[in-house]
């Protein structure tokens, strides 16, 4: 990989004196993703489905192309498994509410992971509520190890459906979800998996892994925010309701009812994101040619290289493994006697880019007696300087604060 190419195909990182390393809240964008962007709105800038004119057509057909890159990406069945969203919140949001109100009555149990983002978290919650279902945790390790035994502990005969992150955003660890797939599916229980980490940095086929539903965020994979995508089996697409509705997700209205669209437009009420569809696509082909077996190693030799350094603080205490192959770019880590928020600040001075505080993961972060973190998270268009700069600006962090060392 030759990553001062690479890195000169992103206009920010090229055009400013910056090391990023926020890369788990969002990526940076290659010149190719905005041009398509831009390319979309000068082109083909129609409203999809909706215009028998030519405009609106190759608008229309921008966007289903779109929707079978996805396809082929995450190794879908079909196209119409594949539902746009804004992110993998609103994919989350849709299955808790959907499938929720499909499935769930008093008593039945949700069963999610400690270390879930709270976009896994509080849909579920909030289906729990509205159904009397019962939300169960199940828990990690101080090590933030989750194997798929713990999980089948945790089912019972009233367990309906199983959500879990595929990569945690706050550790890195990648959960077996396909081993976890199949212990659901030999008890008829649905699997959720959120694919927000996993999907930018590894292979995801969900074929494969047997999922029955995934999503995950265009942003965090180079594509522009505003645009994401939820995975679901068909025959599960088929049978919920819809989750928003209005425009466009209907085949005819009367004053009294209506009949929805064919899946997967039942699920894109109003006007679509299509630029942002468009743009997806191109970043997509963009990380396939780099490929991610380049794009795992790479990330996993700078994951090795900053664990190496920190070790050599010791008023450094990373979260999770020693493993640094376990981490997946995500170091989430404590200074003694500092606050994070100090922490991010004095780095920020140093041009340096991270993220502080509990990173939308406030029950995991409890569970680990530990309220706050600094995270840096790495991308393959990091360098070994940039890592090195990060270490060497914790070297002098404590002393910069007062503490004499």
Request: overall charge negative; glycine content about 6%; aromatic content about 8%.
């Amino acid at each position: 990989m030759n990553v001062n190419k690479i890195r000169a195909d992103f206009p920010l990182l090229a055009g400013q004196d910056l090391i990023y390393l926020d890369n788990a809240a969002t990526s940076q964008k290659p010149s190719c993703v905005l041009a398509a962007e831009r390319e979309f709105y000068e082109k083909y800038n129609a409203n999809p489905f909706r215009g028998l004119y030519d405009l609106s057509e190759q608008a229309t057909e921008r966007y289903e192309e779109a929707r079978a890159v996805v396809q082929r990406f995450l190794g879908a069945r079909e196209a119409a498994e594949i539902v746009f969203t804004r992110n993998a919140t609103e994919g989350l949001n849709l299955v808790a509410y959907s499938l929720g109100s499909l499935l769930l009555q008093p008593g039945d149990e949700i069963v999610i992971s400690i270390m879930e983002h709270h976009s896994n978290l509080l849909p579920w919650q909030q289906a729990a509520q509205r159904t009397g279902a019962v939300l169960k945790y199940v828990e990690c390790t101080q090590e933030g190890r989750l194997t798929p035994a713990d999980v089948e502990q945790a089912l019972t005969d009233r367990t309906r459906i199983v959500s879990i992150t595929q990569m945690s955003n706050v550790l890195g660890w990648v959960n077996d979800v396909k081993a976890i797939a199949a212990l659901c599916h030999r008890r008829g229980i649905v699997l959720v998996a959120d694919g927000a980490q996993s999907v930018p940095h590894m292979p995801v086929n969900v074929a494969e892994l047997d999922v029955d539903f995934l999503s995950f965020s265009g942003h965090k994979m180079l594509a522009p925010m505003g645009i994401g995508a939820l995975y679901g089996k068909r025959e599960w697409l088929e049978k919920m309701p819809p989750f928003l509705t209005g425009g466009e997700m209907i085949e005819s209205v009367t004053r009294t009812g209506a009949t929805y669209a064919e899946v997967p437009h039942k699920f894109e009420a109003g006007t679509v994101n299509a630029a942002g569809a468009y743009a997806l696509g191109e970043a997509i082909r963009y990380l396939e040619g780099i490929g991610f077996d380049e794009i795992t190693r790479r990330e996993d030799e700078l994951t090795a290289l900053a664990m190496e350094e920190m070790k050599k603080l010791p008023f450094v205490r990373v979260l999770g493994s020693e493993d640094p192959k376990e981490h997946h770019g995500i170091l989430s880590f404590a200074v003694k006697d500092v606050h994070p928020h100090d922490v991010a600040a004095i780095l920020s001075a140093d041009r340096i880019a991270v993220r502080a505080g509990h990173h939308c993961a406030q029950p995991l972060l409890a569970h680990l007696k530990t309220p706050s973190t600094t995270r840096a998270s790495l991308a393959f268009y990091n360098t070994e300087d940039e890592v090195r700069a990060l270490t060497e600006s914790l070297k002098t962090l404590r002393r910069r604060m007062g503490y004499g060392e």
